[in-house]
């Protein structure tokens, strides 16, 4: 999708929807993006110009919305009522639900509770329009507030220097999970910069957008006019045209731009699929592989004595394949001899369940560029359920998964999608035979990783990994996981837990969007002032029920697994299957007072946190949820935009009720003192 935003521009200058749109289509931009929801002749407008449109649902998310809910309630009613009149037409996209929430009324109202309002009206959106596409258009500074139901996740972003655009793009495929990525706004101040400057700056950012594999790019914004909170905005020149619509440099840069194709590998490949009684399933997976860019490379099938037609299937449909034929020994060495087999420099496997992208090969080979880099591999990715039972065993615990030290290495590639050097290979002596379903690859990766190998992780070679088509065949599964591990603790018991569970030291990928959660760490920096706002959870978010077959039934079943799932590991690997008892917690709660202060635009919450240090407040560290502490109290401050010029500034303290009391009479009694000192 390449995208521009357009409007909301002061009425009385606006320009004929139907110019404007033929010089954005001319300009090579397929969709527009609003910041509001549109009325029938934008919309047929934008048909005519063959132009696509997600909408943008404008409301009061400003304010405390959640202790105001006449807030949400009325943009919920607002955003039904258009659907019900729009969503049929056949230029509309989809909508974004909102943009960019403010990070302080965030951490005021609770990260996970403004979430779930975000969620909440996706879920509206898709129940009205299931057809459409639905996202929130997050930033840097609410990282973790991805709503979990999006369709894909929006991020704006405004960083300046290419290789810091490039390796956030890269965490964001992470914060993403399975969906795609949008880059929802990119744009430069040609005010504050130059023309030319801006040109630059968005000819690079749509190269380096394409070849980290965004799903779309959105340029901010189409004209250099723009009307916010009722008032022109003259100070901001974002545009590829003028005010009086003049095209600017960057309007030529966006016209001829044409992405670059993905290089032709630089390595020899040898993709290696072992198989046991796969007739019902390989073909899919070795015609998937004979579609693949970066020819050419070697196919090698090890059939791990199979008793169905899998042999006599691959001769018969894929002569040019290497067709080895084993007794049964098990994955292991069936991988093992797959790999003495092979020619190639790199060794990349798959299962015969998975279907790799077209471009597998040639995103791994990016990996191999890198010399340090020993192995490399992306997500293993559950097609689109069909049905119930698919939607509840894609959602469950338990899935194989890579586990990421940072964005782009991993400590743990599963045998699915990994792909290395023979030389490594060799090196650490292959698979381990003793694991003969399952296991192999964790231990795989550990003697790799112990033997000093760097692992590389490459977000776009993903494979579709078929996952098991019912919940006998998955709870079957998981007690073979168990099994496993219990060969995997006796052989690396430094990797264990006390408990028997593994213990990573990165991130489990779970292929749910990275949100905020119980037990998530987010680090605000201090006085939640960082500009990039991450968070840290060791177990990633699970996929979500597709909203498709999102029912009672569906949800009582995935809780089910959830509990099913865990003890048939221990059960397999301990013969246990209660998990240990969580210590309680004997925190005493500590008062809260809350309170605001009514102001302009002028009285933003620096205002008061400058003031409150130099009382002697003191920040608290980055990762905390409140702002400034003092002799055992804390403090948390919000700002509300109330309307033009109006603000009301919210506190909450904690401690003890007199101590709250007086620095709210403190703070309002001496606001006019403040700044004749000029705090």
Known sequence: MKAVTYGPFPPEKAFPLSDDFAKIRAAGFDTVRLFELPDSTLLDEAQRAGLMVFAGLRWNHYEDFLSKPAILSSARIHLAEWLENHAAHPALAGVYVGNEIPADLVRWMGPAAVREAVEGLIDLGKRIAPHLLFAYANYPSTEYLEPGNADFSAFNIYLEEKENFAAYLRRLHNIAGDRPLVVSEFGMDSARNSPEKQAETLGWALEISHREETAGFTVYAWCDLWLNNGSEILDWDFGLTTRDGREKPAYLVCSNFHPSPPPQPTHSFSVIVCTRNGGKRIASCLAAIAKMDGKPFETIVVDDGSTDDTGALIAGKFPDIRLISIPTSGLSAARNIGADAAMGEILAFTDDDCEPDHEWVVRLDRAFLDPDISAAGGPNLPPPACSEREAVIRAAPGAPSHVLLDDTRAEHLPGCNIAVRSAAFAAVGG??????????????????????????????????????????????????????????????????????????????????????????????????????????????????????????????????????????????????????????????????????????????????????????????????????????????????????????????VSGEPSAARFLEHNLKMNEPQMEADGR
């Open 431 to 652: 698979f381990d035979p003793a694991f003969r379903t399952a296991g192999d690859d964790v231990d795989f990766c550990w003697r790799l990783s112990d033997a000093g190998h760097r692992l590389g992780f490459v977000p776009g070679a993903f494979v579709w990994h078929w996952r098991r088509p019912s919940i006998v065949t998955f709870l079957k599964q998981q007690l073979g996981y168990g099994k496993a591990e219990k060969l995997l603790l006796a052989k690396h018991p430094e990797c264990f837990g006390k408990n028997g569970e593994a213990r990573w030291q990165g991130f489990v990928y779970g292929g749910g969007a990275v949100r905020v959660g119980d037990g998530s760490v987010i680090y605000h920096g201090a006085m939640g002032q960082a500009g990039y706002q991450s968070i840290m959870n060791r177990m990633l978010p699970l996929r979500p029920i597709d909203s498709a077959f999102r029912t009672p039934c569906s949800e009582f079943l995935l809780r089910l697994l959830h509990v099913l799932q865990p003890a048939a590991r221990r059960w397999a690997r301990s013969g246990g299957i209660l998990p240990p008892l969580p210590k309680p917690d004997f925190t005493e709660p500590k008062t809260i007072h809350e309170f605001g202060i009514p102001g302009d635009e002028m009285k933003f919450r620096d205002h008061y946190l400058q003031a409150l240090i130099t009382m002697g407040w003191q920040p608290c560290g980055e990762t905390s949820a409140w702002d400034l502490e003092k002799d055992g109290s804390h403090i948390l401050i919000a700002t509300e935009r109330c309307g033009p010029n109006l603000t009301r500034t919210l506190f909450r």
